[in-house]
């Protein structure tokens, strides 16, 4: 009986992204104003640059209606700090689509929904790089 009594506070959608080696758990909820919490910390001393806030407020700043407030808490680990943040936008983007179905067309349009599957090719034996080989002397 108490189970559907669920208050707004405890009610989130959660999205996995993903990008090269960086997975970004998103759980977002209806909130009265805009916070972004990521690894416990505020988004700005997370992120440093505004290109990298500015990339990861992307699904809701051009896929939403303007008014919408969010509360966002986002865990991410692995790869850079750049690809965390496209990860973050990737996982923000899902998790959005499935707290309204409506914005799935918005969100594939502006190619968030997307999961970039650019990621480092693995060494070969013999070469020195991925595709790299020694210098070659004919003597």
Known sequence: MDKEKKTTKD???EGLGRRKTS???VRI???LKNSVIVNGMDSKDYFKTEDQRRLILDPI???LP???KWSLEIHVSG???HSQSEAVRHGLARA???SDETLRGAMKELGFLK???RAKERRKFGLKKARKAPQWSKR
């Open 61 to 63: 700043m051009k896929g």
């Open 11 to 13: 009610r989130y959608v």
């Open 96 to 98: 959005l689509v499935k």
């Open 23 to 25: 997975t970004a758990r």
């Open 79 to 81: 790869g850079g700090i």
């Open 115 to 117: 999961r970039d599957p």
């Open 66 to 68: 303007a008014g919408s």
């Open 29 to 31: 909820t209806k909130a």
